[in-house]
């Protein structure tokens, strides 16, 4: 069992859920993000996603895009990503799962990332362009390292959930609504019942993001799923305050108060 797969375990026990943040690697520097990492622990976060800027991230809204972009100039790239988790794992022992472009994938090798990724100490892989066709690329390697594949599925995956499900390891990434990711006032019409198709469907846990930013959207979806996925108001928070670590935990803190 990796410690994606054990966290939630431990919560399903307790009756809990879990908040999953994410935030960019090397926004606003690579130094910063290993710290942001220990403030989300600190103000609650359960499990931790780290988005790997890539410079053509079709499915990331424009905070987020932002984020890339400054890490991008900041000089981020992956040996500097793989050094920071490697750091953190020597002080945490977080779930973190990567938000990774497949492109970035075959730019570094598909076995020596995944490699690596073991190596270093994340524990699941997103990757939100990689389509249910062409996961056989990369499946076998997955499936040799203690690494599981976080599948998405969409209100517009219907008969296809179950097969995108399948083989996937850790949670369902269920995306609450079309477009790319954003805060959001409103998600798909039918969000409650596609969430319980989910979960109807998944042997694994669920976890529900794209357009959250308060407690109160944490509250509404929580009877749905097993965890809530934060992204972009965070982000928002590391551009605001300039990466500052008391204003993030203390953010984390907030969201964390509707569990
Ligand atoms: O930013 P939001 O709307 O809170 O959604 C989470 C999201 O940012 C994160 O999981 C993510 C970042 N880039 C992505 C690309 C595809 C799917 C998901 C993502």
């Known amino acids: 069992m990796n410690r994606i797969q054990e966290k939630l375990e431990g919560l399903r026990k307790e009756n809990k859920k879990a908040l999953i943040t994410y935030m960019t690697a090397g926004d606003p520097n690579i130094e910063q993000t290993e710290k942001l990492i220990y403030a989300k622990e600190r103000g609650g976060a359960d499990i931790i996603e780290i988005g790997i800027p890539f410079s053509d991230p079709v499915a990331d809204g424009p905070v987020i ?80 390292f203690n690494i599981g594949l976080i599948p998405l599925v969409a209100p517009t995956s219907k008969d296809r ?31 409650e019942e596609f969430l319980k198709d989910v979960k109807s469907i998944a042997h694994i846990p669920t976890a529900v993001g794209f357009g959250f930013s308060s407690k109160e959207d944490i509250k509404r979806l929580l009877p749905y799923v097993d965890g809530v996925i934060v992204g972009s108001a965070i982000v928002k928070k590391i551009e605001e305050s300039k990466g500052n670590e008391k204003v993030i935990e203390e953010f984390i803190k907030d969201l964390k108060s509707a569990y």
């Open 161 to 191: 959930i179950k097969d995108i499900v399948q083989d996937g390891e850790g949670f369902v990434y269920c995306i609450s609504s079309m477009g790319v990711t954003g805060i959001r006032s409103e998600f798909h019409k039918n969000l």
């Open 65 to 144: 895009q932002a984020a890339a972009q400054r890490a991008l100039e900041a000089g981020t790239n992956l040996e500097k990503i793989f050094k920071c988790i490697a750091n953190v794992r020597k002080n945490t022992q977080i779930p973190i799962a990567f938000l990774v472009y497949y492109n970035s994938i075959l730019g570094y090798g598909v076995e020596r990332f995944i490699r690596q990724c073991e190596e270093v100490g994340v524990d699941g892989l997103v990757i939100p362009d990689l389509p249910l066709e062409e996961r056989e690329e990369i499946m076998p390697y997955i499936k040799s």
